[in-house]
């Protein structure tokens, strides 16, 4: 029987499972382990199923040399050296598609929470200065139906966002490399355009691309400068994509109306003038936080490990050279 390792605590019910098919050693403790200590509990593990915030390095792939699998419960694998388990003939792997709807339900959430002042009106009430039962111009937010909506990036996660526009009767503008066929363009009512007409149109701007040295700080001061005055800008992409102090600046300057923010560069840790705006909602990385969801993602990087370790090619193979 195999013997592998969970990085994080997870479901009770997903270690009984794993136990039935391997030898498992798992995080019992809600805090991921440094460096160290991940490369003493490597040792002998031929498969790790690991989570964005565990970091492996060249050298934490050269101190694990029975491993076979490392299997993200996650889209992105920015936190592996892909190169480096390519070279000692690890396969790695994600969990794309099984958490699709419910990002891009949560991006909706975020998005209309940010349109709507719903953070700032829950933190009024809360903070017991609701004195007078209606007011005319108590929070005004902007309106979602009949508006534009910018998607920049329109992969698996971006065409699910889009799809939720027409509920809301929406124009979707999007700009991606990859363009969509006519036949997907029509499907979701969207119009490809380049990025500086989308910024300049869009009431609603999402971001929606993967996090590699490319993309590095994708989204930044130029980007926002461009905006309409009135825009919301939403985020539940990676951190990192998004330039966090250029977005702090152009909110506190109110050089754009609002923002949601899901995923941060240096999470946990985040830029500080985020928390005293009003004017932007924060979340914790949890768009793809249903328990339905979350167990299908770890059900799924434990099938890709499995087959890794036996030599198989996972559905969701990273490194495809090895094939």
């Known amino acids: 029987m195999a013997r592998v390792l969970v990085t994080r605590i997870t479901f009770p019910e997903f270690i009984q499972e794993l136990e039935r098919r391997f030898e498992v050693e798992h995080n019992a403790e809600d805090r991921p382990w440094p460096k160290e200590e991940l490369v003493r509990r490597l040792a002998g593990k031929q498969g790790v199923l690991s989570t964005v915030m565990d970091r492996f390095d060249e050298s934490v792939i050269a101190a694990a040399p029975d491993l076979k699998a490392i299997s993200n419960i996650a889209v992105g694998f920015n936190n592996i050296d892909l190169a480096a388990a390519t070279k000692r003939g690890i396969r790695v792997t994600n969990t794309p598609g099984v958490l699709n709807d419910t990002t891009a339900d949560f991006t909706w959430a975020l998005l209309m929470a940010a349109a709507r002042r719903v953070a700032e009106a829950d933190a009024y009430v809360r903070a017991g200065k609701w004195k007078i039962a209606f007011g005319t111009e108590y929070f005004l937010g902007a309106d979602i139906h009949h508006a534009t909506l910018g998607m920049i990036g329109i992969g698996r996660i971006g065409q699910a966002i889009a799809r939720r526009a027409a ?26 355009v380049e990025r500086d007409r989308l910024l300049a149109e869009s009431d609603f701007v999402v971001v929606m691309v993967p996090y590699s040295k490319d993309t590095h700080h994708f989204i930044g001061a130029a980007d926002f400068a461009k905006m309409k005055k009135s825009a919301i800008f939403v985020h539940t992409a990676r951190g990192g994509v998004v330039d966090d102090a250029a977005l702090v600046e152009a909110l506190k300057s109110r050089r754009i109306a609002g923002a949601g923010v899901d995923v941060f560069e240096g999470e946990p840790a985040l830029d500080s003038g985020y928390l005293g705006l009003g004017n932007v909602v924060l979340t914790p990385h949890i768009a793809s936080a249903s328990r339905a969801t979350r167990l299908a993602m770890c059900r799924l990087a434990a099938d890709n490990m499995a087959l890794a370790i036996e030599g198989q090619r996972p559905p969701n193979l990273v490194n495809i050279e090895l094939a």
């Open 167 to 192: 509920g809301f009767d929406m124009r979707v503008l999007y700009h991606d490399p990859q363009r969509l066929s006519p036949g997907d363009e029509k499907r979701l009512n969207a119009t490809w």
